[in-house]
């Protein structure tokens, strides 16, 4: 299980202060397959990064995986992802702004005003 608690990001821009990350608490179970979205700008990359895979991983994290790729090699790489997930049982943790993307994940964590939305 992974467990993030109390996680908070706070920047500057201009003379604002944005709350990115409130307190966000999260609780990930060994095997789900899980998306992480919210506006851009929301610190989401700054919970996870991309990692890639090495040897034999329990768990794939992944910033944006198909933001700059084509469509025909987005969908490869959320395949392999799947197939990753359905045969080794690889948690898989992709944080991403596109919805066709979050259609890929059991579980969608939205944040959303620096928090976790209901």
């Known amino acids: 299980m992974i467990e993030i608690e109390q996680v908070t990001k706070v920047y500057q821009t201009g003379e604002t ?21 919210g506006p851009s700008g929301s610190g989401n990359s700054n919970v996870w990064r991309s990692h890639g895979l090495v040897s034999e991983p329990s768990i794939l994290l992944a910033d944006e995986p198909t933001g700059n790729l084509d469509s025909k090699t987005g969908k490869e790489i959320m395949e392999l992802f799947g197939e990753l997930h359905r045969t080794r049982g690889i948690t898989v943790i992709f944080v991403t702004h ?21």
């Open 17 to 37: 202060e944005v709350r990115a990350l409130n307190g966000v608490c999260l609780t990930i179970n060994i095997g789900e397959w899980v998306a992480i979205t």
């Open 98 to 118: 596109d919805p066709a993307i979050t259609a890929n994940a059991q579980r969608v964590i939205r944040i959303s005003d620096g928090v976790v939305a209901a």
